[in-house]
Protein backbone atom coordinates (compact mmCIF):
# COMPACT_ATOMS: atom_id res chain seq x y z
CA UNK A 1 0.00 0.00 0.00
CA UNK A 2 1.25 3.45 -0.56
CA UNK A 3 1.78 5.83 2.38
CA UNK A 4 0.04 8.52 0.73
CA UNK A 5 -3.42 6.97 1.12
CA UNK A 6 -2.83 6.03 4.49
CA UNK A 7 -2.03 9.88 5.04
CA UNK A 8 -5.10 11.01 3.27
CA UNK A 9 -7.06 8.58 5.71
CA UNK A 10 -5.47 9.83 8.42
CA UNK A 11 -6.09 13.68 7.80
CA UNK A 12 -9.78 12.82 6.75
CA UNK A 13 -10.04 11.34 10.32
CA UNK A 14 -8.77 13.91 11.92
CA UNK A 15 -11.37 16.19 10.06
CA UNK A 16 -14.32 15.05 11.03
CA UNK A 17 -15.67 14.72 14.72
CA UNK A 18 -18.40 11.58 13.46
CA UNK A 19 -17.10 8.14 14.89
CA UNK A 20 -19.10 6.49 12.31
CA UNK A 21 -17.45 8.09 9.41
CA UNK A 22 -13.87 7.93 11.39
CA UNK A 23 -14.62 3.69 11.64
CA UNK A 24 -15.61 4.20 7.47
CA UNK A 25 -12.47 5.73 6.51
CA UNK A 26 -10.26 3.42 8.34
CA UNK A 27 -12.11 0.38 8.03
CA UNK A 28 -11.44 1.01 4.53
CA UNK A 29 -7.90 1.51 4.76
CA UNK A 30 -7.40 -1.52 6.73
CA UNK A 31 -9.19 -4.09 4.00
CA UNK A 32 -6.75 -2.32 1.38
CA UNK A 33 -3.46 -3.24 3.00
CA UNK A 34 -1.94 -6.69 2.34
CA UNK A 35 -1.91 -8.47 6.09
CA UNK A 36 1.93 -8.12 6.43
CA UNK A 37 1.27 -4.18 6.21
CA UNK A 38 -0.82 -4.13 9.07
CA UNK A 39 1.09 -4.05 12.50
CA UNK A 40 3.44 -1.18 10.46
CA UNK A 41 0.48 0.70 9.57
CA UNK A 42 -1.36 0.29 12.29
CA UNK A 43 1.58 1.60 14.30
CA UNK A 44 2.05 4.56 11.98
CA UNK A 45 -1.77 5.45 12.44
CA UNK A 46 -1.43 5.44 16.21
CA UNK A 47 2.22 7.16 16.10
CA UNK A 48 3.18 4.45 18.02
CA UNK A 49 5.69 2.50 15.61
CA UNK A 50 6.00 -1.25 15.98
CA UNK A 51 9.68 -0.67 16.29
CA UNK A 52 9.45 0.98 19.22
CA UNK A 53 11.30 4.13 20.50
CA UNK A 54 13.07 5.67 17.72
CA UNK A 55 14.83 8.11 19.71
CA UNK A 56 14.17 10.42 16.76
CA UNK A 57 12.91 14.35 18.49
CA UNK A 58 12.00 17.20 17.72
CA UNK A 59 15.19 19.03 17.58
CA UNK A 60 16.80 16.29 15.19
CA UNK A 61 14.08 16.82 12.68
CA UNK A 62 13.97 20.42 12.28
CA UNK A 63 17.72 20.35 12.12
CA UNK A 64 17.61 18.16 8.78
CA UNK A 65 18.01 20.38 5.57
CA UNK A 66 16.33 18.56 3.38
CA UNK A 67 13.87 19.57 0.07
CA UNK A 68 10.96 16.64 -0.13
CA UNK A 69 9.87 14.81 -3.13
CA UNK A 70 7.32 16.18 -5.55
CA UNK A 71 5.31 12.54 -6.35
CA UNK A 72 3.94 10.04 -3.82
CA UNK A 73 6.60 6.88 -4.36
CA UNK A 74 6.47 5.58 -0.54
CA UNK A 75 5.30 2.40 0.39
CA UNK A 76 3.99 1.23 4.11
CA UNK A 77 7.25 -1.69 3.94
CA UNK A 78 9.68 1.28 2.25
CA UNK A 79 8.82 3.32 5.37
CA UNK A 80 8.83 -0.04 7.85
CA UNK A 81 12.03 -1.05 6.33
CA UNK A 82 13.44 2.75 6.84
CA UNK A 83 12.12 2.60 10.79
CA UNK A 84 13.87 -0.69 11.42
CA UNK A 85 17.15 0.69 10.20
CA UNK A 86 16.80 3.69 12.25
CA UNK A 87 15.97 1.51 15.67
CA UNK A 88 19.02 -0.53 14.94
CA UNK A 89 21.12 1.62 14.07
CA UNK A 90 22.05 3.51 17.92
CA UNK A 91 25.24 3.66 20.38
CA UNK A 92 28.73 5.86 19.64
CA UNK A 93 28.56 7.59 16.81
CA UNK A 94 25.74 6.38 15.26
CA UNK A 95 24.07 9.91 14.85
CA UNK A 96 25.66 10.79 11.77
CA UNK A 97 24.30 7.16 10.15
CA UNK A 98 20.62 8.19 11.68
CA UNK A 99 20.50 11.85 10.41
CA UNK A 100 21.39 10.62 6.87
CA UNK A 101 18.63 7.65 7.09
CA UNK A 102 16.15 10.59 8.21
CA UNK A 103 17.71 12.70 5.47
CA UNK A 104 16.86 10.07 2.83
CA UNK A 105 13.70 8.82 3.77
CA UNK A 106 12.92 12.73 4.28
CA UNK A 107 13.60 13.03 0.63
CA UNK A 108 11.78 10.16 -0.66
CA UNK A 109 8.61 11.60 1.05
CA UNK A 110 6.09 14.50 0.23
CA UNK A 111 5.60 17.58 2.37
CA UNK A 112 2.42 16.43 3.62
CA UNK A 113 3.62 12.57 4.18
CA UNK A 114 6.63 14.01 5.83
CA UNK A 115 4.59 15.97 7.85
CA UNK A 116 2.66 13.04 9.26
CA UNK A 117 5.70 10.91 9.49
CA UNK A 118 7.57 12.74 11.61
CA UNK A 119 4.64 13.58 13.90
CA UNK A 120 4.20 9.62 14.34
CA UNK A 121 7.33 8.80 14.53
CA UNK A 122 7.86 11.47 17.61
CA UNK A 123 4.64 9.78 18.72
CA UNK A 124 2.53 12.54 18.75
CA UNK A 125 -1.40 11.55 17.92
CA UNK A 126 -2.85 14.47 16.31
CA UNK A 127 -6.25 12.50 16.21
CA UNK A 128 -6.93 11.88 19.23
CA UNK A 129 -7.92 8.79 21.55
CA UNK A 130 -7.84 6.50 18.41
CA UNK A 131 -7.50 2.95 19.73
CA UNK A 132 -10.98 2.69 20.27
CA UNK A 133 -12.26 4.01 17.11
CA UNK A 134 -9.50 1.83 15.34
CA UNK A 135 -10.85 -1.69 17.33
CA UNK A 136 -14.09 -0.97 15.82
CA UNK A 137 -12.76 -0.08 12.01
CA UNK A 138 -10.72 -3.68 12.91
CA UNK A 139 -14.08 -5.21 13.62
CA UNK A 140 -16.22 -3.81 10.35
CA UNK A 141 -13.36 -4.64 8.06
CA UNK A 142 -12.75 -8.14 8.91
CA UNK A 143 -16.29 -8.82 9.78
CA UNK A 144 -15.53 -9.91 13.18
CA UNK A 145 -17.58 -9.42 16.70
CA UNK A 146 -16.40 -6.28 18.24
CA UNK A 147 -15.73 -7.80 21.72
CA UNK A 148 -13.28 -10.76 19.94
CA UNK A 149 -11.34 -8.11 18.43
CA UNK A 150 -11.71 -6.11 21.60
CA UNK A 151 -10.41 -9.16 23.54
CA UNK A 152 -7.91 -10.33 21.54
CA UNK A 153 -6.42 -6.67 21.83
CA UNK A 154 -6.40 -6.68 24.90
CA UNK A 155 -4.59 -9.91 25.93
CA UNK A 156 -2.20 -9.67 22.96
CA UNK A 157 -1.50 -6.13 23.71
CA UNK A 158 -0.71 -5.26 20.13
CA UNK A 159 -3.40 -3.55 17.78
CA UNK A 160 -1.67 -4.65 15.12
CA UNK A 161 -1.17 -8.17 15.55
CA UNK A 162 -4.82 -8.27 16.51
CA UNK A 163 -5.41 -6.39 13.01
CA UNK A 164 -3.37 -8.89 11.39
CA UNK A 165 -5.24 -11.93 12.80
CA UNK A 166 -8.61 -10.65 12.30
CA UNK A 167 -8.34 -9.64 8.69
CA UNK A 168 -6.42 -12.44 7.69
CA UNK A 169 -6.99 -15.47 10.28
CA UNK A 170 -9.82 -17.36 10.69
CA UNK A 171 -12.43 -16.67 13.26
CA UNK A 172 -10.96 -19.43 15.59
CA UNK A 173 -7.53 -17.86 15.42
CA UNK A 174 -8.81 -14.86 16.71
CA UNK A 175 -10.68 -16.21 19.39
CA UNK A 176 -7.72 -18.30 20.27
CA UNK A 177 -5.76 -15.21 21.74
CA UNK A 178 -5.18 -15.87 24.56
CA UNK A 179 -3.59 -14.46 28.42
CA UNK A 180 0.24 -15.45 27.87
CA UNK A 181 2.50 -15.19 30.90
CA UNK A 182 5.44 -12.93 29.74
CA UNK A 183 3.21 -11.26 27.70
CA UNK A 184 1.39 -8.12 28.87
CA UNK A 185 -2.06 -7.49 28.41
CA UNK A 186 -4.12 -4.21 28.45
CA UNK A 187 -4.73 -2.89 31.89
CA UNK A 188 -8.52 -2.57 33.56
CA UNK A 189 -9.27 1.22 34.10
CA UNK A 190 -11.83 2.46 36.53
CA UNK A 191 -14.55 5.53 36.38
CA UNK A 192 -15.37 7.87 38.77
CA UNK A 193 -17.96 8.33 41.55
CA UNK A 194 -18.27 11.28 44.14
CA UNK A 195 -18.60 9.25 47.07
CA UNK A 196 -18.09 5.53 48.06
CA UNK A 197 -21.83 5.55 48.81
CA UNK A 198 -22.72 6.55 44.90
CA UNK A 199 -19.55 4.17 44.02
CA UNK A 200 -21.39 1.29 45.57
CA UNK A 201 -24.81 1.63 44.06
CA UNK A 202 -22.86 1.32 40.94
CA UNK A 203 -21.17 -1.85 41.58
CA UNK A 204 -23.22 -3.29 44.00
CA UNK A 205 -21.61 -5.94 46.58
CA UNK A 206 -18.17 -5.07 46.24
CA UNK A 207 -14.54 -5.04 47.20
CA UNK A 208 -13.81 -1.84 48.43
CA UNK A 209 -9.70 -0.93 48.24
CA UNK A 210 -7.41 1.87 49.22
CA UNK A 211 -6.76 3.76 46.05
CA UNK A 212 -2.64 4.18 45.93
CA UNK A 213 -1.22 6.91 44.54
CA UNK A 214 1.96 4.89 43.02
CA UNK A 215 2.73 3.39 39.87
CA UNK A 216 0.64 0.69 38.26
CA UNK A 217 2.59 -2.74 37.74
CA UNK A 218 1.67 -5.80 36.14
CA UNK A 219 3.94 -8.74 36.68
CA UNK A 220 4.58 -11.54 34.99
CA UNK A 221 6.34 -14.80 36.53
CA UNK A 222 7.63 -18.29 34.92
CA UNK A 223 9.13 -19.93 37.30
CA UNK A 224 12.77 -17.18 38.61
CA UNK A 225 11.70 -15.24 35.33
CA UNK A 226 10.20 -12.38 36.47
CA UNK A 227 8.77 -9.36 33.68
CA UNK A 228 7.72 -6.19 35.47
CA UNK A 229 5.56 -3.58 33.26
CA UNK A 230 3.73 -0.19 33.25
CA UNK A 231 0.15 0.62 32.98
CA UNK A 232 1.71 1.49 29.16
CA UNK A 233 2.92 -2.00 29.04
CA UNK A 234 6.76 -0.64 29.13
CA UNK A 235 9.24 -2.99 29.99
CA UNK A 236 10.89 -1.86 33.75
CA UNK A 237 11.81 -5.30 35.16
CA UNK A 238 15.35 -4.02 35.21
CA UNK A 239 15.18 -1.15 37.50
CA UNK A 240 12.60 -2.59 39.82
CA UNK A 241 14.74 -5.33 41.81
CA UNK A 242 13.32 -5.61 44.85
CA UNK A 243 9.82 -6.00 43.63
CA UNK A 244 11.47 -8.70 41.56
CA UNK A 245 12.46 -10.46 44.27
CA UNK A 246 9.61 -10.42 46.45
CA UNK A 247 7.67 -11.98 43.24
CA UNK A 248 9.97 -14.57 43.18
CA UNK A 249 9.87 -15.55 46.87
CA UNK A 250 5.82 -15.97 46.64
CA UNK A 251 4.75 -19.57 46.09
CA UNK A 252 3.72 -20.19 42.39
CA UNK A 253 5.17 -21.16 39.47
CA UNK A 254 3.57 -19.39 37.15
CA UNK A 255 1.91 -16.35 37.68
CA UNK A 256 0.31 -12.61 36.87
CA UNK A 257 -0.58 -10.18 39.21
CA UNK A 258 -1.55 -6.40 38.87
CA UNK A 259 -0.94 -4.12 41.01
CA UNK A 260 0.27 -0.44 42.22
CA UNK A 261 3.83 0.06 43.53
CA UNK A 262 4.76 3.08 46.32
CA UNK A 263 7.65 4.04 48.30
CA UNK A 264 7.07 4.68 51.68
CA UNK A 265 8.71 7.56 53.98
CA UNK A 266 10.44 6.06 57.27
CA UNK A 267 6.97 7.25 59.02
CA UNK A 268 5.57 4.58 56.78
CA UNK A 269 3.62 7.64 54.64
CA UNK A 270 3.07 7.06 51.18
CA UNK A 271 5.99 9.22 49.50
CA UNK A 272 5.08 11.51 45.95
CA UNK A 273 3.97 9.62 42.77
CA UNK A 274 6.68 11.85 41.36
CA UNK A 275 8.87 9.57 43.71
CA UNK A 276 8.08 6.52 42.79
CA UNK A 277 7.85 7.53 38.49
CA UNK A 278 11.64 8.46 39.16
CA UNK A 279 12.65 5.30 39.81
CA UNK A 280 11.19 4.07 36.10
CA UNK A 281 13.00 7.13 34.60
CA UNK A 282 16.56 6.64 33.93
CA UNK A 283 18.47 7.70 36.90
CA UNK A 284 17.69 5.11 39.44
CA UNK A 285 17.63 6.13 42.73
CA UNK A 286 18.34 3.15 44.50
CA UNK A 287 17.56 4.78 48.18
CA UNK A 288 14.53 4.98 47.43
CA UNK A 289 12.59 1.15 47.86
CA UNK A 290 9.64 0.50 45.81
CA UNK A 291 7.04 -2.08 47.30
CA UNK A 292 4.43 -3.55 45.60
CA UNK A 293 0.40 -3.73 46.46
CA UNK A 294 -1.28 -6.66 44.39
CA UNK A 295 -5.02 -5.96 43.82
CA UNK A 296 -6.01 -8.48 41.11
CA UNK A 297 -4.36 -11.91 39.82
CA UNK A 298 -4.75 -13.18 36.20
CA UNK A 299 -3.09 -16.34 36.29
CA UNK A 300 -1.44 -19.13 38.43
CA UNK A 301 0.06 -22.23 37.78
CA UNK A 302 -1.78 -23.22 34.42
CA UNK A 303 -5.08 -21.15 35.24
CA UNK A 304 -6.59 -18.52 33.60
CA UNK A 305 -8.66 -16.49 36.02
CA UNK A 306 -9.84 -13.35 33.63
CA UNK A 307 -12.90 -14.71 32.90
CA UNK A 308 -13.88 -15.93 37.15
CA UNK A 309 -15.67 -13.06 38.80
CA UNK A 310 -13.31 -10.92 41.24
CA UNK A 311 -14.69 -12.96 44.05
CA UNK A 312 -12.89 -15.88 43.10
CA UNK A 313 -9.94 -14.04 41.77
CA UNK A 314 -9.26 -12.18 45.24
CA UNK A 315 -9.51 -15.83 47.28
CA UNK A 316 -6.44 -17.09 44.80
CA UNK A 317 -5.10 -13.38 45.11
CA UNK A 318 -4.90 -13.73 49.22
CA UNK A 319 -3.35 -17.37 48.87
CA UNK A 320 -0.98 -16.08 46.37
CA UNK A 321 0.26 -13.34 47.78
CA UNK A 322 -0.36 -12.79 51.26
CA UNK A 323 0.87 -9.97 52.94
CA UNK A 324 1.60 -7.92 49.86
CA UNK A 325 -2.23 -7.88 48.91
CA UNK A 326 -3.49 -4.26 48.80
CA UNK A 327 -5.52 -3.61 51.83
CA UNK A 328 -9.65 -3.58 51.36
CA UNK A 329 -12.53 -5.38 52.73
CA UNK A 330 -16.00 -6.97 51.09
CA UNK A 331 -18.90 -5.44 51.70
CA UNK A 332 -22.14 -3.55 50.58
CA UNK A 333 -22.68 -2.10 53.53
CA UNK A 334 -22.11 2.60 52.61
CA UNK A 335 -21.27 2.55 56.65
CA UNK A 336 -18.53 0.63 56.18
CA UNK A 337 -17.30 1.97 52.58
CA UNK A 338 -16.99 5.22 53.78
CA UNK A 339 -15.22 4.16 56.96
CA UNK A 340 -12.49 2.65 55.04
CA UNK A 341 -12.66 5.76 52.40
CA UNK A 342 -11.81 7.73 55.86
CA UNK A 343 -8.92 5.51 56.69
CA UNK A 344 -7.40 5.20 53.41
CA UNK A 345 -7.19 9.24 53.38
CA UNK A 346 -6.03 9.35 56.98
CA UNK A 347 -3.05 7.12 56.13
CA UNK A 348 -2.16 9.52 53.40
CA UNK A 349 -3.39 7.64 50.17
CA UNK A 350 -5.72 9.39 47.70
CA UNK A 351 -9.17 7.29 47.98
CA UNK A 352 -10.51 3.97 47.40
CA UNK A 353 -11.20 1.99 44.37
CA UNK A 354 -14.57 0.35 44.56
CA UNK A 355 -14.67 -3.29 42.29
CA UNK A 356 -18.20 -5.06 41.82
CA UNK A 357 -17.57 -8.59 43.04
CA UNK A 358 -19.01 -10.10 40.79
CA UNK A 359 -17.13 -8.61 37.76
CA UNK A 360 -14.29 -10.31 34.91
CA UNK A 361 -11.17 -8.55 34.57
CA UNK A 362 -11.81 -6.91 31.20
CA UNK A 363 -9.74 -4.13 29.83
CA UNK A 364 -10.20 -1.57 27.08
CA UNK A 365 -12.87 1.54 27.55
CA UNK A 366 -13.93 2.49 31.05
CA UNK A 367 -16.14 0.28 33.34
CA UNK A 368 -18.70 0.50 35.29
CA UNK A 369 -16.78 -2.63 37.37
CA UNK A 370 -14.56 -0.90 38.96
CA UNK A 371 -15.21 2.84 40.16
CA UNK A 372 -12.58 5.18 41.92
CA UNK A 373 -13.43 7.71 44.34
CA UNK A 374 -10.69 10.54 44.91
CA UNK A 375 -12.08 13.37 47.34
CA UNK A 376 -9.46 15.78 45.70
CA UNK A 377 -10.28 16.56 42.32
CA UNK A 378 -6.83 15.71 40.23
CA UNK A 379 -6.95 15.98 35.96
CA UNK A 380 -4.22 15.04 33.68
CA UNK A 381 -3.51 17.91 31.48
CA UNK A 382 -1.13 18.80 28.51
CA UNK A 383 1.02 21.16 29.11
CA UNK A 384 0.52 23.72 26.17
CA UNK A 385 2.89 26.65 27.09
CA UNK A 386 5.61 27.38 30.32
CA UNK A 387 6.19 31.68 30.89
CA UNK A 388 9.55 32.82 32.27
CA UNK A 389 9.37 33.18 35.97
CA UNK A 390 10.18 36.48 38.38
CA UNK A 391 11.73 36.94 41.63
CA UNK A 392 12.74 33.44 43.07
CA UNK A 393 11.28 31.51 40.13
CA UNK A 394 13.74 34.02 37.60
CA UNK A 395 15.73 32.65 34.75
CA UNK A 396 13.49 29.21 35.23
CA UNK A 397 10.28 28.08 32.92
CA UNK A 398 7.29 28.56 35.46
CA UNK A 399 3.58 29.25 35.11
CA UNK A 400 2.09 26.49 32.91
CA UNK A 401 -0.79 26.80 30.28
CA UNK A 402 -2.19 24.19 31.00
CA UNK A 403 -4.77 22.50 28.10
CA UNK A 404 -8.01 19.84 28.09
CA UNK A 405 -8.78 16.91 25.11
CA UNK A 406 -11.27 18.40 22.78
CA UNK A 407 -11.32 14.94 20.90
CA UNK A 408 -14.67 15.92 19.46
CA UNK A 409 -13.62 18.86 18.16
CA UNK A 410 -16.33 20.89 19.67
CA UNK A 411 -13.87 24.33 20.28
CA UNK A 412 -11.83 23.96 17.48
CA UNK A 413 -10.04 20.79 15.36
CA UNK A 414 -10.68 17.21 17.05
CA UNK A 415 -7.71 15.71 19.16
CA UNK A 416 -6.84 19.94 19.71
CA UNK A 417 -5.91 20.82 23.26
CA UNK A 418 -8.56 23.56 24.51
CA UNK A 419 -6.58 26.04 27.01
CA UNK A 420 -8.61 25.81 30.66
CA UNK A 421 -5.68 27.88 32.97
CA UNK A 422 -2.91 28.56 34.42
CA UNK A 423 -0.64 27.13 37.12
CA UNK A 424 2.95 27.93 38.98
CA UNK A 425 1.59 26.60 42.95
CA UNK A 426 3.28 23.12 43.49
CA UNK A 427 6.10 23.45 41.02
CA UNK A 428 8.94 22.14 43.28
CA UNK A 429 12.86 23.72 42.54
CA UNK A 430 13.25 20.36 41.03
CA UNK A 431 10.30 20.24 38.85
CA UNK A 432 11.37 23.83 38.04
CA UNK A 433 14.97 22.66 36.72
CA UNK A 434 13.45 19.73 35.02
CA UNK A 435 10.62 21.55 32.95
CA UNK A 436 13.70 24.48 31.94
CA UNK A 437 15.66 21.15 30.49
CA UNK A 438 12.65 19.72 28.99
CA UNK A 439 10.32 22.22 27.39
CA UNK A 440 12.47 23.98 25.00
CA UNK A 441 13.21 21.06 22.45
CA UNK A 442 9.13 21.30 21.97
CA UNK A 443 9.23 25.04 21.50
CA UNK A 444 6.78 25.93 18.29
CA UNK A 445 6.98 29.42 19.00
CA UNK A 446 8.06 32.58 21.89
CA UNK A 447 7.18 35.54 23.18
CA UNK A 448 9.13 37.80 25.23
CA UNK A 449 7.34 36.10 28.51
CA UNK A 450 6.34 32.31 26.92
CA UNK A 451 7.08 29.45 25.11
CA UNK A 452 4.84 27.43 23.61
CA UNK A 453 5.13 23.81 23.30
CA UNK A 454 3.84 20.98 21.37
CA UNK A 455 1.51 19.41 23.50
CA UNK A 456 3.48 16.09 24.41
CA UNK A 457 3.87 16.21 28.26
CA UNK A 458 0.88 15.18 30.57
CA UNK A 459 0.88 17.03 34.23
CA UNK A 460 -0.96 15.83 37.06
CA UNK A 461 -3.07 18.87 38.38
CA UNK A 462 -5.22 19.15 41.56
CA UNK A 463 -8.15 21.82 41.40
CA UNK A 464 -10.98 22.98 43.64
CA UNK A 465 -13.65 23.23 40.96
CA UNK A 466 -14.33 25.11 37.72
CA UNK A 467 -15.40 28.77 37.42
CA UNK A 468 -17.42 29.95 34.30
CA UNK A 469 -14.91 32.22 32.28
CA UNK A 470 -15.25 33.86 29.13
CA UNK A 471 -11.71 34.49 28.65
CA UNK A 472 -10.62 30.56 27.88
CA UNK A 473 -11.63 29.09 24.37
CA UNK A 474 -14.07 26.25 26.15
CA UNK A 475 -15.38 28.49 28.13
CA UNK A 476 -14.67 27.38 31.75
CA UNK A 477 -11.37 28.22 33.99
CA UNK A 478 -9.90 25.88 36.93
CA UNK A 479 -9.95 27.00 40.20
CA UNK A 480 -7.15 27.04 42.63
CA UNK A 481 -4.84 24.94 40.36
CA UNK A 482 -1.94 23.18 41.18
CA UNK A 483 0.50 20.78 40.04
CA UNK A 484 1.20 17.31 41.74
CA UNK A 485 3.58 15.69 39.33
CA UNK A 486 4.00 14.98 35.55
CA UNK A 487 2.71 11.80 34.17
CA UNK A 488 5.28 10.17 32.10
CA UNK A 489 2.70 7.00 32.04
CA UNK A 490 0.09 8.98 29.87
CA UNK A 491 0.34 10.31 26.70
CA UNK A 492 -1.53 13.47 25.71
CA UNK A 493 -4.46 11.15 24.06
CA UNK A 494 -5.22 9.57 27.43
CA UNK A 495 -5.50 13.04 29.20
CA UNK A 496 -8.81 14.36 30.58
CA UNK A 497 -11.27 16.36 28.31
CA UNK A 498 -12.70 19.62 28.06
CA UNK A 499 -16.00 17.76 28.14
CA UNK A 500 -15.38 16.09 31.58
CA UNK A 501 -14.38 19.56 33.06
CA UNK A 502 -17.39 20.96 31.63
CA UNK A 503 -19.09 18.56 33.35
CA UNK A 504 -18.04 19.50 36.75
CA UNK A 505 -19.80 22.92 36.57
CA UNK A 506 -22.79 20.86 36.41
CA UNK A 507 -22.16 18.56 39.21
N1 LIG B 1 -6.70 -0.81 44.76
C1 LIG B 1 -6.53 -0.37 43.50
N2 LIG B 1 -7.16 -0.99 42.48
C2 LIG B 1 -7.04 -0.55 41.20
N3 LIG B 1 -6.26 0.49 40.85
C3 LIG B 1 -5.58 1.13 41.83
C4 LIG B 1 -5.68 0.73 43.19
N4 LIG B 1 -4.89 1.56 43.92
C5 LIG B 1 -4.34 2.42 43.08
N5 LIG B 1 -4.72 2.19 41.81
C6 LIG B 1 -4.34 2.99 40.64
O1 LIG B 1 -5.50 3.70 40.25
C7 LIG B 1 -5.71 3.58 38.86
C8 LIG B 1 -7.20 3.39 38.62
O2 LIG B 1 -7.72 4.51 38.02
P1 LIG B 1 -7.81 4.57 36.43
O3 LIG B 1 -8.15 3.25 35.90
O4 LIG B 1 -8.71 5.68 36.13
O5 LIG B 1 -6.32 4.88 35.99
P2 LIG B 1 -5.64 6.30 35.83
O6 LIG B 1 -6.20 6.96 34.63
O7 LIG B 1 -4.17 6.05 35.87
O8 LIG B 1 -6.17 7.05 37.11
P3 LIG B 1 -5.48 7.90 38.23
O9 LIG B 1 -4.87 9.07 37.52
O10 LIG B 1 -6.67 8.23 39.09
O11 LIG B 1 -4.46 7.03 38.90
C9 LIG B 1 -4.96 2.38 38.38
O12 LIG B 1 -4.43 2.56 37.09
C10 LIG B 1 -3.88 2.20 39.44
O13 LIG B 1 -2.65 2.76 38.98
Not at 235 to 261: M, N, Q, S, Y
Not at 397 to 414: I, K, Q, V
Amino acid sequence: MMLSELVSTAEAVAATSSRLAKIDALSQLLAHADADELPALTGLLLAAPRQGRLGVGWRGMSALDVTNAADATLTITDVDDALDTLAHTSGSGSTAARSAALTALAARATAPEWDFLSRSMRGELRTGALGGVLLDAIAKASERPAASVRRAAMLSGDLGVTARLALSGTAAELDAVGLEVGRPVLPMLASTAATPTAALEVTGRASVEYKLDGARIQVHRHGDEVGVYTRSLADITHRVPEIVEIVRALPAHDLILDGETLSLDEDGGPRPFQETMSRFGADVARELVLRPWFFDILHVDGRDLLDEPLSTRLHELERVVGEWRMPGIVTDDPDAAEQLSREALTAGHEGVVVKGLDAPYAAGRRGRSWVKVKPVLTYDLVVLAAEWGSGRRSGWLSNLHLGALDPTGEFGEPGEFVMVGKTFKGLTDELLRWQTEQFPPLETRRTQSTVFLRPEFVVEIAIDGVQRSPRYPGGIALRFARVKGYRPDKTPAESDTIQTLRALMRG
